[in-house]
């Protein structure tokens, strides 16, 4: 397992500005995008889903994400640096955590809905 980071680029651009496609992904239906703020030292995830994937996009700032994978018995924990325009997409069963280098505002585009008791019933909790 490696951890895939794409960084986003524009496919559009004229003098009002540029388009760029965040995810363009049928294999995965979306049903919450979250807009998130983080403040530099701190910590979030630290959990894999049982059944929801997900995108993350860095808005601004950076951050450590990491990940392993919670189906294979030996699997080894990794880790990427992602800074403004860098996507990856968490899938379920992957234990993920994030540790925030510098003040971060992210989007989490999910494929389950993210009330919060639907949501706490897919997250497994762990230390990371």
Not at 37 to 44: E, L, Q, V
Not at 102 to 112: G, H, M, N, Q, Y
């Amino acid at each position: 397992m490696s951890i895939k980071v794409t960084h986003i680029k524009p496919e559009f651009t004229d003098e009002r500005g540029f388009i760029s496609r965040l995810v363009d992904d049928d294999s995965i239906h979306f049903r919450a995008v979250l807009l998130i703020t983080s403040k530099a030292g701190s910590s979030r995830a630290n959990h894999y889903h049982k059944k929801d994937s997900h995108y993350v996009y860095c808005l601004s700032g950076k951050f450590r994400y990491s990940e392993k994978d919670m189906s294979k018995k030996n699997s080894e924990k990794q880790s990427v640096i992602l800074k403004p325009g860098d996507l990856v997409l968490s899938r379920k069963m992957i234990a993920h955590s994030m540790e925030f280098l510098e003040d971060t505002v992210f989007l989490a585009i999910t494929s389950e809905p993210r009330e919060q008791e639907k949501y706490e019933r897919d997250t497994v909790r762990l230390k990371f």
